[in-house]
């Protein structure tokens, strides 16, 4: 089993240079499965050579999609998926993810009373099924003429989109997801195939909801995925024994000093959310420690001062193996992980 680190860069922002959106790989033997669609995943999936090569099928080893949740840089990769991978296919990718909020988010407090219109007012908060139908809706013109004049499959036959239904104790424990989006709770399975079984638990990342943390378990060895969350004891809980922590990591305090007081209501309350609803390195050493993993990966890694860069600090509160994340990097999970830098 192997991880392949796809893209690294957090937020809704344009690329820095030489960086993709957050998007990682685990190869199960001749299977793959992908975390998150950041932008440019599908070029970094071609460029480290999961793909098949030159040809018409070069998604072919590619199972299933994990989203853990709906913000634009863990999906925007998806319009790709939709319209480079319409290719024949046995079997469609399962594109695995959040259902829908089923209400707003709140308005945060320093924004005012007054609510701003909305986006999409039919459905304004659509899960993952939803979110996969409206972007064929949007391709529409591209999608048919490809399967009405160059043969190409229905995008129905490519990608099988699945929302995860969260188990009835569980929602009924979250109750109010503004106050209480991730109750302690017992991880739940949410697929299963020859190669791997997956978990997931809820995490927070308020406003959003749901939101998930995945756990990968293979003959090989495990992995888990935190997703965006700020610490979460659930993602301890899922994490336990796992071979490797794949976790994300922010020094907001850096983004903090290009928003100098005073500061506009709208980069107060990005901010807010920055510092609520993420995790500093030291935080996720904290939380590799409890779940006693063996290698702590970052990933998702926000803007950061390039000469100081400040990852290698998860070490003070983490004894295990901290890497940092790179595009293009390989990790060998079970018997062969000591043979990694």
């Given at each position: 089993?192997?991880?392949?680190?796809?893209?690294?860069?957090?937020?809704?922002?344009?690329?820095?240079?030489?960086?993709?959106?957050?998007?990682?790989?685990?190869?199960?033997?001749?299977?793959?499965?992908?975390?998150?669609?950041?932008?440019?995943w599908?070029?970094r999936?071609?460029?480290?050579?999961?793909?098949?090569?030159?040809?018409?099928?070069?998604?072919?080893?590619l199972?299933?999609?994990?989203?853990?949740?709906?913000?634009?840089?863990?999906?925007?990769?998806?319009?790709?998926?939709?319209?480079?991978?319409?290719?024949?296919?046995?079997?469609?990718?399962?594109?695995?993810?959040?259902g829908?909020?089923?209400?707003?988010?709140?308005?945060?407090?320093?924004?005012?009373?007054?609510?701003?219109?909305?986006?999409?007012?039919?459905?304004?908060?659509?899960?993952?099924?939803?979110?996969?139908?409206?972007?064929?809706?949007?391709?529409?013109?591209?999608?048919?003429?490809?399967?009405?004049?160059?043969?190409?499959?229905?995008?129905?036959?490519?990608?099988?989109?699945?929302?995860?239904?969260?188990?009835?104790?569980?929602?009924?424990?979250?109750?109010?997801?503004?106050?209480?989006p991730?109750?302690?709770?017992?991880?739940f399975?949410?697929?299963?195939?020859?190669?791997?079984?997956?978990?997931?638990?809820?995490?927070?990342?308020?406003?959003?909801?749901?939101?998930f943390?995945?756990?990968?378990?293979?003959?090989?060895?495990?992995?888990?995925?935190?997703?965006?969350?700020?610490?979460?004891?659930?993602?301890?809980?899922?994490?336990?024994?796992?071979?490797?922590?794949?976790?994300?990591?922010?020094?907001?305090?850096?983004?903090?000093?290009?928003?100098?007081?005073?500061?506009?209501?709208?980069?107060?309350?990005?901010?807010?959310?920055?510092?609520?609803?993420?995790?500093?390195?030291?935080?996720?050493?904290?939380?590799?420690?409890?779940?006693?993993?063996?290698?702590?990966?970052?990933?998702?890694?926000?803007?950061?001062?390039?000469?100081?860069?400040?990852?290698?600090?998860?070490?003070?509160?983490?004894?295990?193996?901290?890497?940092?994340?790179?595009?293009?990097?390989?990790?060998?999970?079970?018997?062969?992980?000591?043979?990694?830098?």
């Amino acid at each position: 089993m192997q991880l392949v680190v796809l893209g690294t860069a957090a937020g809704r922002i344009w690329p820095d240079p030489g960086r993709s959106g957050t998007s990682t790989a685990l190869c199960v033997g001749d299977r793959q499965y992908v975390v998150d669609l950041g932008y440019g995943w599908g070029q970094r999936y071609q460029e480290y050579g999961l793909g098949s090569g030159f040809g018409m099928t070069p998604l072919r080893h590619l199972n299933a999609v994990f989203l853990t949740h709906l913000h634009s840089d863990h999906t925007i990769g998806l319009a790709e998926l939709l319209a480079y991978g319409l290719e024949p296919r046995e079997k469609p990718i399962v594109v695995m993810g959040p259902g829908g909020r089923r209400a707003l988010p709140p308005l945060h407090g320093v924004l005012g009373a007054q609510e701003p219109p909305l986006v999409a007012p039919q459905n304004p908060t659509p899960g993952t099924v939803d979110t996969v139908r409206a972007l064929e809706a949007a391709f529409a013109a591209d999608l048919n003429d490809n399967v009405r004049d160059s043969g190409k499959p229905h995008p129905d036959e490519v990608v099988r989109a699945v929302d995860i239904a969260l188990p009835t104790a569980i929602r009924t424990a979250v109750g109010d997801p503004d106050l209480n989006p991730s109750p302690v709770m017992e991880p739940f399975s949410v697929f299963e195939d020859d190669a791997v079984r997956v978990t997931a638990t809820l995490v927070d990342h308020r406003p959003v909801f749901p939101a998930f943390a995945f756990r990968f378990d293979t003959d090989a060895g495990s992995v888990t995925f935190s997703g965006d969350t700020c610490r979460c004891d659930n993602v301890i809980r899922l994490a336990q024994g796992s071979d490797v922590l794949v976790h994300e990591a922010n020094d907001v305090d850096f983004i903090a000093q290009f928003l100098p007081e005073p500061r506009t209501p709208g980069q107060q309350a990005k901010l807010d959310h920055l510092r609520a609803a993420h995790t500093s390195p030291q935080e996720a050493g904290e939380v590799a420690q409890a779940a006693g993993v063996s290698t702590l990966l970052l990933t998702h890694l926000g803007r950061c001062d390039p000469a100081n860069p400040p990852w290698p600090n998860a070490s003070r509160t983490f004894s295990g193996r901290v890497v940092t994340a790179q595009e293009g990097l390989r990790l060998d999970i079970g018997a062969r992980i000591g043979d990694n830098p």
